[in-house]
């Protein structure tokens, strides 16, 4: 009897050190992991949470918020015509510039993707200029090249080509905007030539003995292989797109006649020129919504065109 309560005692006091040691385990790895959680709570989580609160206020910065409901969300459907323009001018930018990115990026990919004398030279070269990204330098080069007595217009008068104003032109100033975020391909190349260094090369080679041309080996192996990568792009660059702001902000101020007027220029104006906090607080939830139902209806659409080799290279779903 007494040797069955010492080994109970044994096992109750074994159990009771791993709990501690578990314990002690758990909270090593929260006091690891802290600093991150505080940013994420302090920096992330807490200003979501705010601004979904403001966007149904007045709210000016100088006062304390009023509740108005859902008068915000009203005026901007139902009365506020700069919301629709800004709408219309973001999904024609994204339209158009995000395809011409992925075109030229996949393009600037292939020819990388030889195995000729100083090939790094060149890849380093043309991904040099990303490394600026859409800063404030690059936009105000764009607006020099592009001015009415910019670059592009000195190049054309060479050929006897009367140049035109191409920013202060609403029929090509959004255009303009297009190929400066087509220009800023290096990030998205990179992607692509990984992408393109992971297609086994037996498949080509397979191709090439049934006599399969470039134009079939790129349509029937290139693309397939790399759909996810194209689908990773896509929709980063449909969300980098919707978020398009500096270019805007700098090169046009949304102008000529509201033709480059992007919604997050928009978005910060009301928030930053007119202090309208809650109103700002729902246009950026409107645009989270587009881009999270845009992001979704993309994963739904890529089961019918990207393809899985763990799945043996057919489309998901």
Do not use: C
């Not at 000016?60 to 969300?73: A, I, K, M, R, T």
């Not at 080069?141 to 217009?153: Q, T």
């Amino acid at each position: 009897m007494i040797a069955k309560t010492s080994v109970y005692q044994e096992s109750a006091l074994s159990r009771l050190r791993k709990s501690a040691a578990f314990g002690r385990q758990h909270i090593a790895g929260y006091l690891f992991i802290s600093p991150w959680l505080i940013g994420f709570f302090l920096l992330t989580l807490w200003p979501i949470v705010r601004s979904f609160y403001l966007s149904f206020t007045e709210y000016s910065l100088l006062e304390d918020p009023s509740w108005v409901g859902l008068s915000n969300y009203e005026e901007i459907f139902l009365r506020d015509e700069i919301f629709k323009q800004s709408l219309k001018v973001t999904f024609t930018f994204v339209l158009f510039s995000v395809p011409l990115k992925l075109l030229f990026s996949l393009m600037v990919a292939m020819l990388l993707n030889r195995s000729i004398r100083g090939i790094n030279v060149y890849r380093t070269a043309i991904y040099f200029p990303s490394l600026i990204g859409g800063s404030i330098a690059v936009s105000v080069l764009w607006r020099n090249m592009f001015d009415l007595k910019g670059y592009v217009n000195h190049v054309l008068g060479w050929f006897g080509i009367q140049g035109v104003g191409w920013l202060s032109n609403p029929d090509t100033s959004l255009a303009t905007l297009v190929l400066l975020n087509a220009w800023q391909f290096g990030s998205t190349m990179v992607i692509f030539l990984a992408g393109l260094k992971q297609i086994p090369q037996d498949l080509y080679e397979s191709a090439s003995v049934d006599g399969a041309n470039p134009l079939r080996k790129f349509f029937h192996i290139t693309l397939p292989m790399l759909s996810p990568v194209m689908f990773f792009n896509l929709v980063l660059g449909v969300i980098g797109s919707f978020q398009m702001f500096t270019s805007a902000f700098i090169i046009t101020k949304g102008g000529p006649a509201n033709s480059t007027y992007m919604y997050a220029l928009f978005l910060f104006e009301k928030a930053f020129k007119h202090y309208q906090m809650g109103y700002a607080s729902a246009l950026a939830w409107i645009l989270l919504i587009i881009i999270a139902v845009l992001t979704a209806l993309n994963f739904l659409v890529s089961k019918y065109w990207v393809y899985y080799e763990s799945e043996g290279g057919r489309a998901n779903g």
